[in-house]
């Protein structure tokens, strides 16, 4: 079945960075756009970024644009999301989903997540 799992979350001091990682099995990886989420406290859920299959366009929510980097590497179903600069209202936990990255549309179910706390 289809199955994504998050890693590679964890503390960090404000102006620090993480990578992110997402694997993915139980599907044909290489024909999926992959975004990333995140839900912080008391918040809806949120699309952060988003890369599409084809041709591996990037899209990036406001807040994050500049600071972090989708990228994906199709031999090791895998997607990563390099967290530069993070700033205490990162904080939340992130999620990877397949996603139509037009409209941050999620199909499937979620993994469990990975927690990015970004504090001093």
């Known amino acids: 079945q289809v199955q994504l799992v998050e890693s590679g979350g964890g503390l960090v001091q404000p102006g620090g960075s993480l990578r992110l990682s997402c694997a993915a099995s139980?599907?044909?990886?290489?024909?999926?756009?992959i975004g990333w989420f995140r839900q912080a406290p008391g918040k809806e859920r949120e699309g952060v970024s988003c890369?599409?299959?084809?041709?591996?366009?990037?899209y990036y929510a406001g807040s994050v644009k500049g600071r972090f980097t989708i990228s994906r590497d199709n031999a090791k179903n895998t997607v990563y999301l390099q967290m530069n600069s993070l700033k205490p209202e990162d904080t939340a936990v992130y999620y990877c989903?397949?996603?139509?990255?037009?409209?941050?549309?999620?199909?499937?179910?979620w993994g469990q997540g990975t927690q990015v706390t970004v504090s001093s």
């Open positions: 890369i599409r299959n084809r041709d591996g366009s990037t």
């Open positions: 139980g599907f044909t990886f290489h024909y999926s756009a």
């Open positions: 989903a397949i996603t139509r990255c037009s409209d941050y549309q999620v199909f499937g179910s």
